[in-house]
Nanobody
Framework: VQLQASGGGLVQAGGSLRLSCTASGRFVNSYTLGWFRQAPGKEREFVAAIGWRGDTTYREDVKGRFTISRDNAKNTVYLQMTSLKSEDTAIYYC???????????????WGQGTQVTVSS
């Protein structure tokens, strides 16, 4: 599976961005898709994931601000980010895995990252 992410950029605090990630490969729509992020000097952390039926899970500090969705016809997962804070600054990576629990601990594949910078 190949994952191609896009949509990062520079935004002021309080602003919004939408990330996209298109997956190519067999049976993509049967997998869970998700997003992780890595800030400078920190380890990569889970952000959100969505199962093939649309069930979702989020890290606590993005609940109510970020929304993950997917378009199975386009093999694409989105991350709508609103009310962005400086602490959201990171490289965001999309990932594919088996189940909501599985993707948080051991994703099958990663895409390249896209930089999100939130200025305060």
């Amino acid at each position: 599976v190949q994952l191609q992410a896009s949509g990062g950029g520079l935004v002021q605090a309080g602003g919004s961005l939408r990330l996209s990630c298109t997956a190519s490969g067999r049976f993509v729509n049967s997998y869970t898709l998700g997003w992780f992020r890595q800030a400078p000097g920190k380890e990569r952390e889970f952000v959100a994931a969505i199962g093939w039926r649309g069930d979702t899970t989020y890290r606590e500090d993005v609940k109510g601000r970020f929304t993950i969705s997917r378009d199975n016809a386009k093999n694409t997962v989105y991350l709508q980010m609103t009310s962005l804070k400086s602490e959201d600054t990171a490289i965001y990576y999309c990932a594919i895995g088996n189940g909501l629990r599985g993707i948080t601990t051991s994703p099958r594949d990663w895409g390249q990252g896209t930089q999100v910078t939130v200025s305060s």
